[in-house]
């Protein structure tokens, strides 16, 4: 596991919707490198941009044409290496996103294995042998091709999956994981990632990194061998590079895989919604950081420790703010809601994720959707930067903009927050400052659960240092002897600290040491 990860602490760019530096109405490269001072001063020391390779966009750059060459609507490749340079020089590490699964229906691999005559890819993804067979249990595209089959979807119509072949084949056309044509695209993987961390990258946000071999055991076993050999390869030239995966089973990314960090996702039932955004119980919101809501940290806390023991030395999970797939927390949280959750998730360990905007409380826009984003659209508006034109985001005229920016009247800016020392910004600031000076707040340092009930303040240490939450709006006290000794080193809302006794009013969380 790469040592710097224990400081690490991300910044998540779309970079459609980043900065625009060329007044065409959607984000570039340049823009990221104008504000990289800007994520610096924030605390953050690390990027993941969501993919930025040659894309005809019919799922926001998930569907991709080109590993190598970046979309040219962001700059070009050497673009792209000064922003790794640049960033470098200011301490920021980099990580690309990589789309393993599938590619474009546009890739030259991919048009290929179409042909009816075999060739070097025609084994490059998964076809059956007769152009009426259906592949059971995964979505399938007949009627396309020359060739006398049908192939296998990994997600849009315009995604086909990858060969990594299948866990127990069943049928002729079904390769076996050590197949030579599923053992050439691994290669190509390999390749894919070396290329861009032989140009500066610092590591890769994998996309569906559960979703390799098909029809694989409930451990993923097959997935897991894959990835296992994949980093084999890579981290004896790339001793310092850092994946962090798409999918949510940290015992299975990080104890069978081989992944330095999971994200802790908002899909169902794992406990994570519970915290931000309640879509799933019926009678409304009842997510811990909404203060009418009487929270409840049990739902989250029964997923989280046992995997959060478990791939103890092993590697961490990551606690986002939102992604470009999940609806803005702000949608449901007030500002000072967010505040106490945004103080949490970052002094939990492992290591976290902001998603841009989150630091100024950017909102959910109910928009159409745009290059496949559907719901997710929303969450994916240009960044609101200052008052000015555009929000600052660009000088194009607003139809030429790649979404439309939020113009409400008290839409947050950043230059505004920057000047407001009680902003939320200054919040995630300020919270990013102590993870940096505190190396009880590294992502590996102990932690231990004092008071996690139903009702009740939650009460947490990280090594010597305290930490309590209370984001219901009724007031509570906590009786606690380590507490006794301890002085408040940060807070937010009406805390006080006595002896071993400790009052928390209303939206209130504090830090003490
Ligand atoms: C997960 C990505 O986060 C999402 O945006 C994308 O649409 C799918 N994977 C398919 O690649």
């Excluded at 799933?280 to 919101?285: L, R």
């Excluded at 961490?316 to 998730?345: F, G, M, Q, W």
């Amino acid at each position: 596991m790469a040592e710097w990860l224990k400081k690490a602490v991300f910044y998540e760019i779309y970079p459609q919707s980043f900065y625009d530096t060329n007044g065409d109405g959607i984000g570039d490269f340049n823009g990221i490198i104008e504000k990289l001072d800007y994520i610096k001063e924030l605390g953050a020391n690390a990027l993941w941009i969501n993919p930025c390779f040659d894309s005809p966009f019919k799922d926001a750059g998930y569907d991709v044409r080109d590993y190598m060459k970046v979309a040219p609507r962001y700059g070009t490749n050497e673009d792209l290496y000064r922003l790794f340079s640049t960033a470098h020089e200011k301490g920021i590490r980099v990580f690309l996103d990589l789309v393993p699964g599938h590619t474009s229906e546009e890739h030259p691999w991919f048009i290929e294995s179409k042909k009816a005559e075999k060739n070097e890819y025609s084994g490059r993804y998964i076809w059956t042998d007769f152009w009426l067979g259906g592949i059971k249990g995964h979505p399938y595209i007949g009627g396309e091709s020359e060739r006398n089959g049908t192939y296998m979807l990994n997600f849009f119509k315009c995604q086909p999956a990858l060969n990594y072949g299948f866990l127990n084949p069943e049928e002729s056309w079904q390769k076996a994981i050590d197949d030579p044509d599923c053992l050439k695209t691994r290669e190509a993987i390999k390749d894919i990632i070396c290329f861009w961390l032989s140009k500066g990258c610092d590591g890769f946000r994998v996309d569906m990194a559960d979703s390799l071999v098909k029809d694989d055991d409930s451990e993923k076993s097959g997935t897991c061998k894959v990835w296992r050999d994949i980093f084999e390869t890579v981290r004896k030239e790339y001793p310092e590079a850092a994946f962090v995966a798409e999918w949510n089973n940290s015992h299975q990314a990080i104890t069978s895989a081989g992944f330095d960090m999971d994200f802790m996702l908002d899909w169902g039932g794992n406990g994570y919604n519970s915290l931000l955004r309640d879509y799933e119980t019926p009678g409304g919101d009842h997510s811990y950081f909404k203060a009418d809501a009487k929270g409840d940290i049990t739902t989250f806390l029964n997923e989280y420790l046992p995997r959060v023991e478990e791939i103890k030395g092993k590697g961490y999970i990551s606690l986002i703010s939102c992604n470009h797939d999940t609806t803005r927390a702000r949608e449901t949280l007030s500002i000072p809601e967010l505040k106490v959750a945004y103080a949490t998730l970052f002094t939990l360990p492992g290591v976290p994720f902001l998603y841009y905007g989150d630091e100024i409380g950017m909102r959910y826009l109910h928009i159409p959707t745009k290059e496949g984003g559907y719901t997710r659209t929303g969450t994916r508006t240009p960044m609101q930067w200052n008052n000015g034109v555009n929000k600052g985001f660009s000088t194009a005229a607003k139809e030429d903009l790649y979404l439309p920016v939020d113009e409400a009247p008290d839409a947050p800016n950043a230059e505004d927050a920057l000047l407001d020392k009680e902003s939320l910004l200054y919040t995630v600031k300020d919270i990013f400052a102590l993870r940096r000076d505190t190396d009880d707040f590294d992502a590996d340092s102990e932690f231990s659960v004092l008071i996690g009930e139903k009702d009740k303040a939650f009460v947490y240490t990280r090594g010597n240092t305290v930490c309590a939450v209370n984001p219901s709006d009724v007031k509570t006290s906590v009786i606690l002897s380590c507490l006794a000794g301890k002085k408040v080193v940060y807070k937010i809302g009406d805390v006080t600290a006595e002896g071993d006794r400790l009052e928390m009013g209303e939206g209130s969380f504090v830090i003490l040491k």
